[in-house]
């Protein structure tokens, strides 16, 4: 059996290389019961290394260079994501161009707006592609949203970016962009670590004539290496229950509206 010393410096190398892990993997991984990983967990926290979330742990606030992977994320903050998307999908009208950036909870805003008629939605994101492909095959093409795929090269959060797909952005002009960020802070705006991700973001705000940014609570206070958005420039920020009252005071003075999005486990 490993010492409890052994298996935090194993989860600290996870959160560091993944940038997240979730309690369920390290169950798995560790051979270990769920109530020592969250010992481990809350003994890491108490010293600094890492930053609890819902359902695992993350990096500790702070700039960061690295991207922890979409799968990674995904399991993540999902009653506050669920409560997100659907207040964010409320936003949507029938007939919209709307585009969808990369991300876990733009991707789960994207899952709710397969029900919008007459959609026409725009992605980099591949996860939403699939999708909507999937949805696709299940309803007939004709009951789901048309899809533009901007095209570009994958990064490990599943989106598509470089010259291309700004290229093809660029020459769009859509209503409606939901928009994820890997980090949100008063200082530096929206953030992500992936230099070609923040420039492609760039060009999608760019052809939005609305902004929807879709955050939860764990993104406050992380800055990313590349900054692609002020808060200014957003006309709606959805997040949930779990945001810092000083954090909201700062969104609701700084963006068009601040959504709080209650979830179940508020």
Sequence with gaps: MQLAQQR???????????????????????????????????ALAARGSVEKVYGGA???SGTRADEPGFDTKSGLQGAAKAAIAEAAAGLVEPGAVVAVSA???????????????????VTNSLPVAELVRTAARER???RVPELLLTG??????????????D????SLHVDLLVLGAHGVSERAGLTTPNLAEAQTNRALVAAARRVVVVADHTKWGVVGLSGFAALDR????VTDAGMPEEARTVLAESVGELVVAESGED
């Design 8 to 42: 935090r410096a194993l989860i600290l190398e996870a959160v560091r290389r993944d940038g997240a892990v979730r309690v369920a993997d390290l169950v798995e991984r560790l051979g270990v019961s769920d109530m020592t990983v969250r010992r481990d967990l809350d």
């Design 58 to 60: 993350v990096a500790v």
């Design 103 to 121: 991300g876990t909870t733009a991707c789960a805003v994207a899952a709710r707006l397969l029900e919008v008629e007459r959609l026409t939605l």
């Design 140 to 142: 007939g093409a004709d």
């Design 152 to 165: 570009g090269s994958p990064t490990p959060s599943a989106a598509l970016v470089g010259p291309l797909a």
């Design 167 to 170: 290229l093809v952005i660029g």
């Design 234 to 237: 957003i006309d709606r920020f």
